[in-house]
């Protein structure tokens, strides 16, 4: 498995690949790996001749400095993770490497709308960030297939609109959250919990279950249900952050059109703020 750290000796593998016909996935992560990850390099193995691992943790999609700095980084770890699952190629590039001027700068991609929803409202420039650092990985690796993680639902809908937008000729594909057994869905951020932490963190897939299962039985009230969630998951020691139910395909509020709906939970549980998400078909 190769370990590049540089743009262009990362050209040099890509330009070797392109010329050998070989069929190229890409995976973007910003490491600290685990086995939701796994999941992306085997969904990307089994689609493609080569495998290239993006591990950056890229300083303009955080909006608090703090929560950038103490980021687990854990390259080392990863790396030995990566080549046991037959990765090609990790590239691992610096901030000074993705932004040699800086970020003040720096031009940037935005995708209107889905940027400033939801999970965009509640943290400014995060999906301008992502959606900038993901193109220029586009770019870079020139990707046939890139594989993205459905437990960033919001994240995954931007990047699919930001292809069909900017004419990227890339397949994105959406591989289904991976869960604990107790059913918290796996995340970097799961690593900030305190061992009674992570025992309560359960609690916001049982709550999101619960609000699936109202919409599934037909009820439409959204506020309510929300409301209901956000005493639940108090009860249970989270912080609600922000608790939405959508429309699937669009992410507006639900209408009389709406023929699936997704659930989108953010709450803080002590420092970690964990997400997770569930569609519900309205059609049954």
Known sequence: MLIIETLPMLRREVRRWR???????????MGNLHDGHMTLVDEARERADIVVVSIFVNPMQFDR?????RYPRTLQ????????????????????????????????????????????????????????VVSKLFNLVQPDLSCFGEKDYQQLALIRKMVADMGYDIEIIGVPTVRAKDGLALSSRNGYLTAEERQLAPGLSQVMNSMANKLSDGERHV?????????????????????????????????????RAVILMAAWLGNARLIDNQQVDLTQ
């Open 65 to 69: 400095p703090d929560d950038l700095a």
């Open 19 to 29: 010329q050998d016909g070989k069929r190229i996935a890409l995976v973007p992560t």
């Open 223 to 259: 506020d309510e249900i929300i409301a209901t969630a956000e005493a639940e998951l108090e009860e249970k020691g989270f912080r609600p952050d922000r608790l939405a139910i959508c429309d699937a395909d669009s992410l507006l509020p639900l209408n009389t059109e709406s023929q």
């Open 77 to 132: 770890e990863d790396c030995e993770k990566l080549n046991r699952r037959g990765v090609d190629l990790v590239f691992s590039p610096s901030p000074a490497d993705v932004y040699p001027k800086g970020l003040d700068t720096q031009t940037f991609v935005d995708v209107p709308g889905l940027s400033s929803l939801l999970e965009g409202a509640s943290r400014p420039g995060h999906f301008r960030g992502v959606s900038t």
